[in-house]
């Protein structure tokens, strides 16, 4: 069974960081792209950034682009987010989720699995 | 506002057929890129309903349904039911945003069983 488990989420005053972890189970997990998505409360879906399978490309949204780092450990079938310079528009719920497609694709999506998510509130 | 547009809020009586749509433009949808869709029942994560412009993943019902044409895609619901009350995203990819390109999301219809 696929499992992805999110955890580094809280509360965090603006201009402080943050890493957020994705453990990942029940799949090959070097075999598939992964992303992280966003949620602010009571609103869509936010695709954040990117990593594909062998870390050799990577994306961000526009939003945290120079902020935000995407990382991902494939000997620890781990996921991580480093969260710079936080803003208070950076409050939401955010996501681990993997890439439906493997070895090869581009960072397109979709995303067939994902994680019940860690919060995030960026607050004074 | 998002890259892609959802209409906020579909409603359908049990049993009726519904459609939300997603709009895009020639640099994502029209461009080729795949649509997909996502469902999100209330205080829970998104879950994928169609991935590929028309096909469903292992374990969804055939009364879901997707198409794509031009610079739009279609999600249409048959058979409605009262625990198809959710959320639905569509998503896609947009080769515009940036030099890399940008997955996009629609900003979500809220579906309301009758």
């Known amino acids: 069974e696929v499992q992805l488990v999110e955890s580094g989420g809280g509360l965090v005053q603006p201009g402080r960081s943050l890493r957020l972890s994705c453990a990942a189970s029940?799949?090959?997990?070097?075999?598939?792209?992964m992303h992280w998505v966003r949620q602010a409360p009571g609103k869509g879906l936010e695709w954040v950034s990117g990593i594909s399978w062998n870390s050799g490309s990577i994306g961000y949204a526009d939003s945290v682009k120079g902020r935000f780092t995407i990382s991902r450990d494939n000997a620890k079938n781990s996921l991580y987010l480093q969260m710079n310079s936080l803003r208070a528009e950076d409050t939401a719920l955010y996501y681990c989720?993997?890439?439906?497609?493997?070895?090869?694709?581009?960072?397109?999506?979709?995303?067939?699995?994902w994680g019940q998510g860690t919060l995030v509130t960026v607050s004074s | 506002q998002s890259v892609l547009t959802q209409p906020p809020s579909v409603s359908g009586a049990p049993g009726q057929r519904v459609t939300i749509s997603c709009t895009g433009s020639s640099s994502n949808i029209g461009a080729g890129y795949d649509v997909h869709w996502y469902q999100q029942l209330p205080g829970t994560a998104p879950k994928l309903l169609i991935y590929?412009?028309?096909n469903r993943p292992s374990g969804v019902p055939d009364r879901f349904s997707g198409s794509k044409s031009g610079t739009s895609a279609s999600l249409a619901i048959t058979g409605l039911q009262a625990e198809d009350e959710a959320d639905y995203y569509c998503q896609s990819y947009d080769s515009s945003l940036s030099g890399s390109g940008d997955v996009v999301f629609g900003g979500g219809t809220k579906l309301t069983v009758l």
């Open positions: 029940g799949f090959t997990f070097d075999d598939y792209a």
């Open positions: 590929g412009n028309s």
């Open positions: 989720a993997k890439d439906r497609r493997g070895v090869g694709a581009t960072l397109e999506g979709p995303f067939d699995y």
